[in-house]
Nanobody
C-alpha cells in the first residue's frame, strides 16, 4: 500500500510559479512510476505529467510542455511538479498518483494509488 500526500498549492498570479510536492509512504517508491493529474471545475480529470521509476524518463501533456517540470527524489520518497509561466487555465485541483510499475503511462486508469489533491488557483 502506498499513501500519497500533496502540498504546495495556493493562489498565484498569471505568469508566476509554484512547486507542488508529493510525499509517498512505503518502501517501493523507487519502483513506482509517478504522475500528476488535474481537475478543473466542471471538467474531467486530465493528465499533466509523469516520470518513470528512475527519474530518467518523463512525459508531459502538450498543454504544459515547456512550462512544467516533473522530477523525483527517490531518497526522500518525493515527486515534484515545478510549474512556471502559470496561466488562469491551469487552475485546478492537482493530484499525485503512483503506479505499481516503473513505466510511464498517461491514462489515469493505469495508476493504482492517489493523493487527496491540492488546489492551484491562477488569477489573471
Amino acid at each position: 500500500q502506498v499513501q500519497l500526500a500533496e502540498s504546495g498549492g495556493g493562489l498565484v498570479q498569471a505568469g508566476g510559479s509554484l512547486r507542488l510536492s508529493c510525499a509517498a509512504s512505503g518502501r517501493t517508491f523507487s519502483l513506482n512510476a509517478m504522475g500528476w493529474f488535474r481537475q478543473a471545475p466542471g471538467k474531467a480529470r486530465e493528465f499533466v505529467a509523469a516520470i518513470n521509476s528512475s527519474g530518467g524518463g518523463t512525459y508531459y501533456a502538450d498543454s504544459v510542455k515547456g512550462r512544467f517540470i516533473i522530477s523525483r527524489d527517490n531518497a526522500k520518497n518525493i515527486v515534484y511538479l515545478q510549474m512556471n509561466s502559470l496561466k488562469p487555465e491551469d487552475t485546478a485541483v492537482y493530484y499525485c498518483a503512483a503506479r505499481r510499475s516503473p513505466i510511464i503511462i498517461a491514462r489515469e486508469e493505469g495508476y493504482d494509488y492517489w493523493g487527496q489533491g491540492t488546489q492551484v488557483t491562477v488569477s489573471s
